[in-house]
């Protein structure tokens, strides 16, 4: 594929940083640009997704779909010659296995039973 034919992408996180740019032929799909966002992932992050639906990206204020591919995902005045698109990354991570309501109740029972006063 020729080179002018690849699209430029950068990925801005959370905290203003920046990921890429990377090139990405425009028949990528949006999974395909989550899945390598996963794998280059900053370590030094607090927040790290640790698989791609973890992750949205969001261009010209649209969340992307993972079918859509890049081509269908540019916005008409992406259109500039050489230019970089910045996507946005937004990070929602899959809730861990929470705790089954019967142990809450419980612990709470026993947090309850363990404080006291004493008047005197």
């Excluded at 080179?3 to 990921?19: A, I, N, W």
């Excluded at 010209?60 to 591919?69: C, F, M, R, Y």
């Excluded at 698109?85 to 296995?97: A, G």
Aim: glycine share 4%; proline share 8%; charged share 30%.
């Amino acid at each position: 594929m020729p080179e002018e034919d690849l699209v430029e992408l950068k990925f801005r996180l959370y905290d203003g940083s920046d990921v890429g740019p990377f090139q990405y032929s425009p028949t990528a799909t949006v999974a395909m640009l989550k899945e390598r966002l996963v794998s280059e992932w900053p370590k030094d992050k607090k927040i790290v997704p640790k698989a791609a639906s973890d992750i949205k990206l969001i261009n010209a204020g649209k969340i992307l779909e993972n079918g859509k591919t890049v081509a269908q995902c540019k916005a008409p005045f992406d259109d500039l010659p050489k230019s970089v698109i910045t996507m946005h990354v937004v990070v929602q991570l899959s809730p861990s296995k929470a705790r089954p309501e019967k142990k809450i109740e419980e612990e709470e029972a026993q947090q309850r039973s363990l404080c006291s006063c004493t008047i005197m």
